[in-house]
């Protein structure tokens, strides 16, 4: 579990995180692809969206008591849309993977409606700067 949350935690390259916990990168490989498939496996179980009015009110009064703060509840994520190299600073549009991309900022609500959507971020830029 430790290997796939570094790897989960931090993306990078398999032989580092390896020598990091001191395991091959084929191991690492090999775990976080064993632990994501078997969380993929239950997500069915372990994710559910509300789908009345009566369970969307009762996710909100849940979220409301966790969170006082906000009266909603929201799914962020950031995703690569691949592109052709711009000719003007085309090297910022280089990801970790060395393909030119959008990161692409999209938002969700309860319902599973998208919010919003920015794809003004170049593919160099990492997720927890755009958020």
């Not at 290997?3 to 191991?27: K, M, N, W």
């Not at 069915?44 to 909100?60: R, S, V």
Request: glycine share 6%; with cysteine.
């Amino acid at each position: 579990m430790k290997i796939c949350l570094r790897f989960l935690g931090d993306p990078g390259y398999q032989q580092g995180i390896g020598q990091e916990l001191c395991v091959s990168q084929a191991t690492v490989s090999r775990t976080v692809d064993k632990v994501v498939n078997s969380i993929v496996a239950q997500s069915n179980e372990w994710i559910k969206f509300p789908t009345t009015n009566h369970e969307l009110m009762e996710a909100k009064r849940i979220w409301q008591s966790i969170y006082k703060f906000s009266t909603a509840i929201y799914v962020i994520d950031c995703t690569h849309l691949g592109i052709l190299k711009p000719n003007r600073h085309g090297d910022e549009s280089i990801n970790r993977k060395g393909k030119p991309t959008l990161n692409v900022l999209a938002t969700c609500d309860a319902r599973e409606m998208v919010t919003s959507v920015d794809v003004s971020w170049p593919g160099s830029m990492h997720d927890s700067r755009i958020w």
